[in-house]
Structure formats: C-alpha cells, structure tokens
C-alpha cells in the first residue's frame, strides 16, 4: 500500500494512493432470470438450517465456499458468522483449520471434516471414518439437517462461481 503524508505544526493529512484491481462484472443475474429456481433454493436454505447451530452453519457455508472458491459466499457467511457473534481469529483459522483444531469444539472439527468430504467428492465418496465421527457428534437428525445444510451451500456456491457473483457489497444478515 502506497501513503502520502504531510504534517505541519498545526493538521496532518493523509492521502491513500492505492489502486486495487477493478471489480469484475457478474456474468448473468440468474435469481432475476429464473425466479422461481431462486426462491426454491431460498425455502430449501430455509428448511436445511432448522436445527443447526447458527455459528457451525456459518463455519460450515465458509469452509465449503473456501473450498468452491466463491469469493462472494465468503464474504457473505464470514460477515454473517461475526454478526453471529464468531470470532476473527475462528474464521481466519478455517482454511487451516486441520492445523489449528484447537480453535474449536470436536463438534465443529467433525462438521468441518464432513463439509469438506461432502464438497470434494473427487474421491468417490464421503470415507466411512469422516461419517462416523460425524455420526458420534450429532444425532441422526442432526446429522441429517447438517448434510443437508452442506448440500445446500454447495449448490449456492455453483450458482455464486458459475454467474461470478461480486464479493465485497454484502451487509450482515441481508439474505437471512
């Protein structure tokens, strides 16, 4: 980052001279052009969050819009999930966070582990050991409503990837 300043006896100024890369336009607004696929994703959102941890629902949107590379998604839920009260330092560490378990419960490590076998299905299928510690930490309908959330973000992060949805003009709670 580039600063001018100049100070005198009596004011200081400083001019910020940084030039950022332009935002991108989004590719097409597919919930204008198809909106009853837009409001069906909105009432199955809806429907997949009941009974979720609202804090572990934003770990697991960010940690699978990480994954899919839907920078308008991380936005997004990183804003939600500080509004939800969670930390800086907890939704920093979630890229890393296999290296840095220690910032959260086993509970979210299990739901974290199961996310990302859900999102990154290149090897087949979700392995047996990443559903059973799932399964141990939460209940069948638990589990159930924490698969779905999961399938549920990945298929916004699709739509949010493929149309180029922009990053960064997000306030908290807005689509909620």
């Known amino acids: 980052m580039t600063t001018n300043e100049t100070t005198d006896d009596t004011t200081s100024t400083t001019t910020d001279t940084t030039s950022y890369v332009p935002e991108h336009t ?6 204008k052009l198809a909106p009853d696929v837009y409001k069906a994703m909105i009432r199955l959102d809806t429907a997949a969050r009941q009974g979720v941890d609202p804090v572990l629902l934003e770990l697991v949107k960010i ?3 990480q994954i899919n590379h839907c920078a308008f998604c991380v936005d ?14 907890r939704i920093i560490q979630l890229s890393a ?7 959260y419960t086993a509970k979210e490590v299990a739901a974290l ?22 399964a141990k930490q939460f209940d069948e ?10 399938t ?16 960064g003009h997000y306030q908290a709670g807005e689509h909620k």
Not at 141 to 150: F, N, T, V
Request: hydrophobic fraction near 55%; proline fraction near 3%; glycine fraction near 4%.
């Open 26 to 31: 989004p590719r097409l607004a597919w919930a």
């Open 141 to 150: 309908a638990e589990l159930a409503q924490l698969i779905a959330a999961i």
């Open 152 to 167: 549920v973000i990945n298929a916004w992060n699709r739509f949010g990837v493929t149309c180029r949805m922009v990053a």
């Open 63 to 65: 940690r699978a819009s």
């Open 97 to 103: 966070w296999e290296e840095s378990q220690h910032f």
């Open 76 to 89: 997004m839920h990183s804003k939600d999930a500080l509004a939800a009260g969670e930390s800086v330092e």
């Open 113 to 134: 582990a199961l996310t990302e076998a859900v999102t990154v299905l290149t090897e087949g299928f979700v392995p047996d050991e990443v559903y059973d510690a799932a």
